[in-house]
T-cell receptor
Framework: DGGITQSPKYLFRKEGQNVTLSCEQNLNHDAMYWYRQDPGQGLRLIYYSQIVNDFQKGDIAEGYSVSREKKESFPLTVTSAQKNPTAFYLC???????????FGSGTQLSVL | KQEVTQIPAALSVPEGENLVLNCSFTDSAIYNLQWFRQDPGKGLTSLLLIQSSQREQTSGRLNASLDKSSGRSTLYIAASQPGDSATYLCAVRFSSGTGANNLFFGTGTRLTVIP
């Protein structure tokens, strides 16, 4: 089945630790995105990539980093500089510019 | 400032009722608008995408309309079922801006359909 796979579903971070969230898609989409969702708030854009080896900061990029070495993969690292990392993280992808946005099932990150 | 608003934040209806969810946006210059469904602890599932040149889109019991001049979209759900209980979000891609920075999400309406 075509789709977007996020892993793990749940992740716990210790203080001072970096953690990496995985996002893989087999939809042959060029564009990939990372969003953060907090209770009662809309989705906020962290980073996005429109093509391999290129990515751009979103509205809340501080404390996060990404890479896009392969078209299928767009991992997100939550660094120790992110002081409030507890949230639900969603990865998305899109083909042509005005087509639908497809989402993965999300990763819930919590701080120990 | 570009914003997307969804009111009410929560809605409860009895099973079988037809209902309308609202989405308003501050700038009429948009590329498209997309409605999503989100179940608790899950990702977003795309329901309908309306391009700026379209007035409505239909899929099964769902019908989404778009009125750019008034900055509004509605999602109509016919003959609601308990399985429709979820949070419904709309997302607007505005014409200004580039990349992904012109896509704005509402905070959603949490729908509960009571058996």
């Amino acid at each position: 089945d075509g789709g977007i796979t996020q892993s793990p579903k749940y992740l716990f971070r210790k203080e001072g630790q970096n953690v990496t969230l995985s996002c893989e898609q087999n939809l042959n989409h060029d564009a990939m995105y990372w969003y953060r969702q907090d209770p009662g708030q809309g989705l906020r854009l962290i980073y996005y990539s429109q093509i391999v080896n290129d990515f751009q900061k979103g509205d809340i990029a501080e404390g996060y980093s990404v890479s896009r070495e392969k078209k299928e993969s767009f991992p997100l690292t939550v660094t120790s500089a992110q002081k409030n990392p507890t949230a639900f993280y969603l990865c998305a992808s899109k083909g042509a510019p005005y087509e639908k946005l497809f989402f993965g099932s999300g990763t819930q990150l919590s701080v120990l | 400032k570009q914003e997307v608003t969804q009111i009410p934040a929560a809605l409860s209806v009895p099973e079988g009722e037809n209902l309308v969810l609202n989405c308003s946006f501050t700038d009429s210059a948009i590329y498209n608008l997309q409605w999503f469904r989100q179940d608790p602890g899950k990702g977003l599932t795309s329901l309908l995408l309306i391009q700026s040149s379209q007035r409505e889109q239909t899929s099964g019991r769902l019908n989404a309309s778009l009125d750019k001049s008034s900055g509004r979209s509605t999602l109509y759900i016919a003959a609601s079922q308990p399985g429709d209980s979820a949070t419904y979000l709309c997302a607007v891609r505005f014409s200004s801006g580039t990349g992904a920075n012109n896509l704005f999400f509402g905070t959603g309406t949490r729908l509960t359909v009571i058996p």
